[in-house]
């Protein structure tokens, strides 16, 4: 195992590389083989099972933020109330549930592994998980500005959430990736082309 997972954020995942040496594997231990560059039928199963564990933990970072900005909030309500401070909190729930459907409807759409692996129903996860993802940042951004100014103390928690949270964007697939995949399945051609 590798030392190379040093990373803005998701550090606690440990996600090292593992470096194989000197490992033979047979030809017929080959499962599977795929052109570069071309979308694979088996991309359509790994895409529509794996997403929804994926996209369901930065849902629980951007519930962790909004439960921390709340909390914050609530002792400012002893002093004198920021107006604007409904507002904020307003927001910060609406894309909080914004994400929250978006990955439910990922567990729908996988449907207890009873889903047809299409990439019709690869596209629609894709379009899931890139919603969920940036509703997942806007909720922990908003969550700093409705806890204001002590939010950029690190004591507080939001900075490493707002760390981690930046990871939901670099998973497969990566949104302007993800909207000339859905574009061009909306024009009938192959999704990577």
Not at 34 to 53: C, D, E, M, S, Y
Not at 55 to 61: A, C, H, L, Q, T
Not at 65 to 78: F, V
Not at 178 to 184: N, P
């Given at each position: 195992?590798?030392?190379?997972?040093?990373?803005?954020?998701?550090?606690?995942?440990?996600s090292?590389?593992?470096?194989?040496?000197?490992?033979?594997v047979?030809q017929?231990?080959?499962?599977?083989r795929?052109?570069?560059?071309?979308?694979?039928?088996?991309?359509?199963?790994?895409?529509?099972?794996?997403?929804?564990?994926v996209?369901?933990?930065?849902?629980?970072?951007a519930?962790a933020?909004?439960?921390?900005?709340?909390?914050?909030?609530?002792?400012?309500?002893?002093r004198?109330?920021?107006?604007?401070?409904?507002?904020?909190?307003?927001?910060?729930?609406?894309?909080l549930?914004?994400?929250?459907?978006?990955?439910?409807?990922?567990?729908d759409l996988?449907?207890?592994?009873?889903?047809?692996?299409?990439?019709?129903?690869?596209?629609?996860?894709?379009?899931?998980k890139?919603?969920?993802?940036?509703?997942?940042?806007?909720?922990?951004?908003?969550?700093?500005?409705?806890?204001?100014?002590g939010?950029?103390?690190?004591?507080?928690?939001l900075?490493?959430?707002?760390?981690?949270?930046?990871?939901?964007q670099?998973?497969?697939?990566?949104?302007?990736?993800?909207?000339?995949?859905?574009?061009?399945?909306?024009?009938?051609?192959?999704?990577?082309?």
């Open positions: 195992m590798l030392d190379n997972w040093r990373t803005l954020g998701m550090r606690a995942t440990g090292h590389d593992v470096l194989l040496d000197d490992v033979f047979p017929d231990a080959v499962s599977l795929r052109p570069k560059g071309q979308w694979h039928n088996f991309f359509n199963v790994i895409v529509t099972i794996a997403l929804p564990l996209m369901s933990v930065y849902v629980g970072v519930e933020a909004s439960n921390l900005a709340i909390g914050i909030a609530r002792k400012k309500t002893g004198q109330l920021d107006r604007h401070l409904p507002y904020l909190l307003g927001e910060m729930t609406n894309v549930v914004t994400a929250q459907l978006a990955v439910q409807g990922m567990v996988c449907d207890n592994y009873a889903f047809e692996p299409t990439v019709q129903t690869a596209n629609a996860m894709l379009i899931r890139t919603v969920a993802a940036n509703a997942c940042i806007q909720t922990v951004e908003k969550a700093l500005e409705v806890a204001g100014g939010a950029f103390f690190r004591s507080v928690g900075e490493r959430l707002l760390r981690d949270v930046h990871g939901s670099f998973h497969p697939l990566q949104e302007k990736r993800q909207h000339l995949f859905t574009g061009r399945i909306a024009l009938g051609l192959d999704p990577v082309g």
